[in-house]
């Protein structure tokens, strides 16, 4: 017997031991290098076809912060492994294996190919068809605003219109030092803007078309500073967009939300400026600049999705994705710390700090409106989250991150794919 003949007979014996392969179609479907497959569990898959005419799979919501994998780009990263880059932050992934040097992991499923016909194992129904969208809502944008210095919401909105990311820097700061020492001291009305604006010389990224250089170079730390970078622009948007979008927000009881609500996010607001700041000096004094490369704004879908919605902007902005932010910064220090880049980890290490406090700020105003209202906060979480975000949510996680922001695993374990649950830490 030849060596396909008994793999042959291998791979059949398999079959029908696990039953659970299922046949995604005929080979010379899959001709482009990534194909995304539609599950009936929400947990869709991304098949790769690579050079060497083999196929590989896993899930194609990446699992840091739902980048769309069947996007990216193959990658060598110079091991003779091949790697699925993520096309929002550059996160590798390992076709064998799912695992990322951020510490990561990614479920990865086993792909046999019999006769020309492509097998995945999965216990899910698997479709190239996508799940119809239902309801698209479009939003009018505000017209630019009239400030009123004396309104915080006003100035939200300015900074939510400012394109040039170093003013929006420092309008927030000195928006947040006028907050704090009580110049401004109403609240007020406004209506933000759908999305906020960015500079037009800003290249909104073309998924998957970045080569960022080897794992360690130097082009791949600016890379991911950069991106790092992007995320915190976005942050300081977010944070101003939760106060402007939400000013008027009454409980059920006609109470307005507290004073302290609007300190808490005007202090995230503060902090993310400062980070973004930072990071964009770092990204200099490593010969590069912000701009330098393309971004993405993938982030925003999360803002429009929950724009309706209090309780569901805080479980998705602030407690899944910024919670992902803690789950990914201890790997992502190792990987500056191990290229001796200790300006960076001084960096990266001040960023951690305040997201943990992050996290805790939308713990605290979840819990918060649900003791208001008398609903179970675990409860509430879990079904917003379900309705909400795409997929599961993935292990491993910075579980003392986590805690030290008072998120403890009642709040994310039961998030997680049964199958996943072997492997939270
Ligand atoms: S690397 Fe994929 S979403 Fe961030
Ligand atoms: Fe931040
Ligand atoms: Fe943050």
Redesign the pocket.
């Known amino acids: 017997m030849d060596h396909f003949e008994k793999d042959l007979v291998d791979a059949l014996k398999d079959i029908v031991k696990a039953g659970n392969w299922q046949c995604v179609g005929d080979k010379s479907k899959f001709k482009s290098p990534c194909t995304k497959l539609y599950s009936d569990d929400g947990e869709h898959i991304v098949l790769v076809h690579t050079e060497d005419d083999t196929f590989w799979a896993m899930d194609s919501s990446c699992p840091h912060e739902g980048g769309p994998l069947e996007q990216g780009d193959i990658e060598d990263l110079g091991n003779g492994k091949l790697a699925l880059i993520c096309p929002w932050h550059y996160f590798d992934f390992s076709l064998e294996t799912g695992s990322s040097s951020t510490g990561l992991q990614n479920q990865v499923y086993d792909v046999r190919v019999l006769d020309d016909k492509v097998f995945i194992n999965t216990q899910c129904m698997l479709s190239l068809c996508p799940i119809p969208v239902t309801s698209i809502i479009t939003h009018q944008d505000s017209l630019p605003v009239e400030i009123n210095e004396n309104m915080l919401c006003t100035w939200a909105t300015k900074i939510l219109q400012t394109p040039d990311p170093q003013e929006k820097v420092s309008l927030t700061k000195m928006v947040q030092e006028k907050w704090n020492s009580w110049e401004i001291t109403e609240i007020g009305e406004s209506s933000p803007p759908s999305q906020p604006s960015r500079r037009d010389n800003l290249t909104v990224l073309e998924p998957g078309k970045i080569k960022r250089g080897k794992g360690g170079t130097l082009a791949s730390r600016i890379a991911l500073l950069h991106s790092l970078a992007n995320i915190e622009q976005w ?1 300081i948007d977010l944070s101003w967009d939760i106060i402007a979008r939400f000013s008027t927000f009454t409980l059920s009881t006609g109470e307005p939300l507290p004073r302290q609500f609007f300190d808490d996010f005007v202090k ?1 607001a503060g ?2 400026a400062k980070h973004y700041q930072l990071l964009e000096q770092r990204i200099m004094e490593l010969g590069s600049f912000f701009g330098a490369l393309p971004v993405h704004n993938g982030l925003w879908q999360s803002a429009t999705d929950t724009s309706h919605d209090l309780l569901a902007r805080l479980a998705i902005v602030h407690m899944v994705h ?1 919670a992902r ?1 803690l789950d990914v910064y201890p790997q992502t220090l190792s990987r500056f710390a191990a290229h001796g880049d200790s300006s960076s980890v001084k960096v990266l290490e001040v960023i951690y700090t ?2 943990i406090t ?1 996290v805790a700020a939308g713990l605290r105003w979840f819990t918060y409106i649900c003791s208001k209202e008398g609903c179970d906060s675990l409860k509430t979480f879990h079904d917003l989250v379900k309705l909400h975000f795409k997929g599961f949510l993935k292990p491993p996680f910075n579980i003392e991150g986590r805690k030290t922001a008072g998120m403890t695993e009642e709040w994310y374990v039961p998030l997680v794919k049964p199958s996943n649950l072997q492997k939270t830490s």
């Open positions: 942050a995230v902090d993310e910024e932010g305040d997201e992050h």
